[in-house]
């Protein structure tokens, strides 16, 4: 008798039921352990895929910094520089915004600088008024000519638009983080604040330090 080269279940089971003890039909179709080259394809998708994988964390993970990853020891720590209050989270922001817009000048220590020629605004009287109208026009507009900072003379130029291409919250918060820091002890300064001399000196062309003198201190 030939074998059935194919069959089904239930002729092997049939089969190897038998009550003669004779099993047919084989094990020709079982399945069979073997090894088979992993596809070369395959092996440099893998490959593409990790390095594409590498470069994808490091120019997203800030270069795996020490700044960045492993600053932290313990969860309290991390809870103890979260800001605890809203004007905590003002001035966090502020900074934020300061340092890009008005740093580069000024530079992060509020200090100023003599490349670019930046008057301080640390302990500086402009910064330092009862309103913050001063400082709102001049981080709006700009401001040139000769100006006195704590008893030095500048005579450089601030380009106008720095704080115009801000929106009025973030410059509030930048102008509220300049007159708390660095030892400055000022009010802090709202968006509607911002609109308000917005709306009023829109196009406003550079400030000199005699026309903000015109207005009063506690503006
Ligand atoms: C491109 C450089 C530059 C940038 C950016 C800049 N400033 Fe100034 N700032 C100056 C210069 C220069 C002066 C002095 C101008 C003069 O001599 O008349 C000045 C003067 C000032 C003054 C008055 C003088 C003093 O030191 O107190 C204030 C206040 C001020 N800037 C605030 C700001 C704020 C706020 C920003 C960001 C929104 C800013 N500046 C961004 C260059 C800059």
């Not at 008798?1 to 239930?10: D, L």
């Given at each position: 008798?030939?074998?059935?080269?194919?069959?089904?279940?239930?002729d092997r089971q049939g089969a190897s039921n038998r009550s003669d003890g004779v099993v047919r039909g084989g094990d020709v179709n079982e399945p069979v352990v073997e090894l088979k080259a992993v596809p070369l394809w395959l092996v440099v998708l893998l490959g593409v895929l990790f390095y594409w994988a590498q470069l994808h964390l490091d120019h997203n993970a800030?270069?795996?910094?020490?700044?960045?990853?492993?600053?932290f020891d313990s969860f309290a720590q991390v809870d103890s520089l979260?800001?605890?209050s809203d004007t905590e989270a003002l001035l966090a922001r502020g900074k934020v915004v300061y340092e890009q817009a008005c740093g580069v000048c000024h530079q992060p220590t509020g200090l100023g600088s003599q490349s670019p020629l930046a008057p301080p605004l640390a302990g500086s009287e402009w910064v330092n008024t009862p309103g913050p109208g001063r400082m709102i026009r001049i981080a709006l507009y700009g401001l040139q000519g000769e100006i006195s900072v704590k008893g030095e003379m500048y005579n450089a130029a601030m380009p106008g638009g720095v704080g115009e291409s801000l929106s009025d919250a973030d410059l509030a918060a930048a102008i509220s983080y300049i007159r708390q820091a660095w030892g400055n002890k000022a009010s802090l300064v709202s968006p509607q604040q911002i609109k308000a001399v917005k709306e009023k000196m829109a196009g406003h062309p550079q400030w000199t330090a005699e026309d903000l003198l015109q207005f009063p201190a506690d503006e």
């Open positions: 008798m030939s074998h059935n080269p194919k069959p089904s279940r239930r800030a270069g795996f910094q020490a700044r960045v990853y492993g600053s979260q800001p605890k």
